[in-house]
């Protein structure tokens, strides 16, 4: 069974993942498209200038763009390999894209989705700083004392604020946003019964027992 996680962007991405991937091992295969355009952006080439100019003037880069390199991406995947896709479904014609080619290729796939209120969202994003050199994000929520350093827990470089998760409206914006794409994503994969709609506001360990449960039926 594969598995893409769709979730809203908020500072408290990965951790699902993380635990499916210490869970299965070397069975699953990840897919994070954000390292992927990280990496392709340091490569000297027309395509990582191209993606570099983007995410320095904080634009999205292209759902087509995102699409191939999910189709590349499951080229490398063997047939008795599970697939864990941490990304959202932004468009419903990628939504219809991405599951006809996974039935072409025979996979069974769930999206779960982790359900989360605006107002929670707007928390954690708000919580959220960023390093400057690796590009991780994390959350003053879940580790208070990175206000007293402001260095990164990874490479020890400064950490800073995203201008545009400090200011409400643009946040507000962003939520607004999401939803315009994804909701008629999430109803189309409701009719196809591959959705599982989970709530992301209980304990992770509680939320990673659930995908377990959900996966293994
Ligand atoms: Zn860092």
Not at 35 to 61: A, F
Not at 156 to 181: C, H, M, S, T
Request: aromatic share 12%.
């Amino acid at each position: 069974m594969d598995i893409i996680l769709s979730w809203i962007q908020a500072s408290w991405k990965g951790t699902q993942s993380r635990l499916l991937l210490e869970h299965f091992g070397e069975k699953m295969k990840y897919c994070e498209m954000w390292w992927i355009l990280r990496w392709l952006q340091t490569t000297d080439n027309p395509i990582g200038s191209y993606l570099k100019n983007l995410t320095e003037s904080w634009q999205l880069v292209k759902d087509e763009i995102i699409s191939g390199l999910w189709w590349v991406f499951m080229e490398t995947v063997a047939d008795d390999e599970m697939i864990l896709w941490d990304g959202m479904l932004r468009q419903i014609w990628q939504t219809i894209q991405i599951t006809e080619k996974m039935r072409d290729k025979d996979r069974l796939f769930k999206v779960i989705h982790l359900e989360i209120p605006d107002e929670e969202v707007i928390k954690r994003i708000q919580s959220r700083l960023l390093c400057k050199q690796c590009q991780r994000s994390f959350s003053i929520l879940q580790e208070p004392t990175l206000k007293v350093w402001w260095k990164c827990p990874n490479c020890w470089w400064e950490l800073y604020i995203r201008p545009d998760d400090a200011d409400i409206n643009a946040v507000r914006n962003r939520i607004q946003n999401f939803y315009k794409g994804t909701t008629p994503s999430l109803e189309w994969l409701a009719q196809q019964w591959i959705l599982i709609r989970i709530d992301w506001m209980q304990d992770e360990n509680k939320i990673f027992n659930q995908i377990l449960s959900l996966i293994s039926k």
